[in-house]
């Protein structure tokens, strides 16, 4: 599974989204490819070329754009937690705007209805 996308925006790396599917398969051909994407990013020049991608080469994109919801998002006083205990309080908007809780188990969700199996 690759959560991949907001940050590939040069069209170097979006000429080379199929090969890597490709490559995947090309060690692991039985492997179920689900590429998240659409958090962060303008849908036609960075998510457009991931959903073509895979649909070309045999993986399941999953479009999580429309979650990206202020519901979704952390927000400026709320404390996040890492993963060695420690926790802090989100001060900055650019932090703020990264999904939250709810959105995290809304792409939770998203990726589980994917699944054939």
Known sequence: MYILGDNVNTLEKKATLGEFIQEIHSVSPK????????????????????KNACEANGATGI????????????????????????????????????????????????VISNFDF
């Open 31 to 50: 492997a179920k490819i689900y590429w998240i994407y659409g958090w962060f990013g303008d849908y036609d020049t960075a998510f457009t070329p991931i």
């Open 63 to 110: 479009d999580v754009n429309d979650l990206n919801t202020a519901k979704n998002q952390n927000q400026l006083g709320a404390t996040r937690h890492g993963i060695n205990g420690e926790t802090w309080r989100i001060t900055r908007p650019g932090e703020a705007i990264h999904l939250g809780d709810k959105g995290m188990k809304a792409i939770v969700d998203r």
